[in-house]
Nanobody, 116 residues
Framework: QVQLVESGGGLVQAGGSLRLSCAISRSSVVINYMGWYRQTPKGEREFVARVGRFTGPEYADSVKGRFTISRNASWSTMALQMERLKPEDSGVYYC??????????WGQGTQVTVSS
């Protein structure tokens, strides 16, 4: 069983920065991917970034060059550093993991609001 808890959301002006964190409790589950998704005000959940056990970081085109995903060596924490934020980056950000049996897990989400 995997449990995920996000933190670090908030309100920021356009051009500012935020850092999101995800604390991961996973007992003996092997995680193949961990990443971030966001739910826009339109209600769509979209991919933001992820990092794999055997692959490097991947980013949505809309955040490349502005966001950086990282994790610690034990896969117990993950972060998303967000720079030069835009109003369209606003949404609820969810931490996600995919186990080696392809089972996904989700956090409860953290709100990010970027004002123009």
């Amino acid at each position: 069983q995997v449990q995920l808890v996000e933190s670090g959301g908030g309100l920021v002006q356009a051009g500012g920065s935020l850092r999101l964190s995800c604390a991961i409790s996973r007992s003996s589950v092997v995680i193949n991917y961990m990443g971030w998704y966001r739910q826009t005000p339109k209600g769509e959940r979209e991919f933001v970034a992820r990092v794999g056990r055997f692959t490097g970081p991947e980013y949505a085109d809309s955040v490349k060059g502005r966001f950086t995903i990282s994790r610690n060596a034990s896969w117990s924490t993950m972060a998303l550093q967000m720079e030069r934020l835009k109003p369209e980056d606003s949404g609820v950000y969810y931490c996600n993991t995919v186990a080696n049996d392809n089972r996904p897990s989700w956090g409860q989400g953290t709100q990010v609001t970027v004002s123009s």
